[in-house]
């Protein structure tokens, strides 16, 4: 599966590898017990004389080396992604695979060509090794067995990581080369979402189609990878109209110059009393003139509320030292994800030390809707 800038980890933290936190979802338990299951009655059929422990037992190992294998394949991504100094921030196992989480998109086409092939080449490059192992390990029957099954899987999540529709690896290589050619990385992203969406629906009609026939498993589950990869094509056209859509703005175009404030030696309950009347949620704290900090709604919930009237509002302000700031030039995209990353959603704007603005996260995005639309009205 494709390397990916979205979400943060979730799931259940199992271990680090080259410092990557690698994470469990919850959703990999039912596929590791579906895909052990499956192999234990592979092997039960195809090995009738061995008992029922070993036929369980190979089938729980064989499962362990697939999920090593996605392991592999995710880790090949982030090797290459961190050679071009681009963070990995987690690797997480679910139920369609893996999912390497880097932080940032490829600053050009070659490298984005060369961390999306390196995932392919890994698990073709394990089905080697698999087959090796199939064919010279004498007398092993149970570790033959295996290592057939896992040469294969492996052989088939390199090919199906190679179609050439986003999100998967080989969607990314097309970007890559479209990206090369045309130095337009928007519509390379377009045409590689197009291609995953066309490869999704193909997917979801001949899941349907299999499900029709009789075989009801099989196509559901087809149908279901089908829908997660359309969803997912979505979402990554989606995020680059989004890149688009603030292109050139700048932190001084989206700020709002008119910056309330509240001196430091006021209450809690005073200054809850203050968002109330004015509706303002976020405040610069002043004293003798000077911004002090910053006070927000929402600080001031780290304070029990019987103590708010005893309590001054310096107690829940963020101070100076400590705020998030974005300087006027910054680019509106980078304060997002700055905002988004810190999870803040006000971020004053400083210049020679001097508080001129403020950034809501609400604004920025009002400011991409109306540019959407915008853009959108003038048939671009
Ligand atoms: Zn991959």
Known sequence: MPPSPQKSGSGIHIGRVFGIPIYLHTSWFIIFALITLSLSQQFRSQHPQWTNAQHWWLGIITSLFFFGSVLFHELSHSVIAKHYHIPVKSITLFVFGGLAQISRDP???????????????SSLFLAGCFWLIEQYAHGGEMVIAAAKWLALINLLLALFNLVPGFPLDGGRILRGIVWGITKNFARSTSIAARAGQVFAFFMIIFGAWQALTGRWIEGLWTAFIGWFLLSAAQESFMQVAFRDGLVGVKAVDIMSKDIPTVARDISIEEYFQEVLRTGRRCHIVTGAGTP??????????????????STSIQAAMMPVSRIHWASPEEPALGVLQRMQSEDVNQMPVISDGNIVGIIARDTILRVLQTRLQLHHLSGQ
Not at 107 to 121: M, V, W
Not at 294 to 304: G, K, V
């Open 292 to 309: 002090v900090g910053l006070i927000t709604l929402q600080s001031t919930r780290s304070i029990p509320r019987e103590e708010w009237n």
């Open 107 to 121: 600053d050009n086409a070659k490298q984005e060509i060369n961390i999306a092939i390196a995932g392919p080449i």
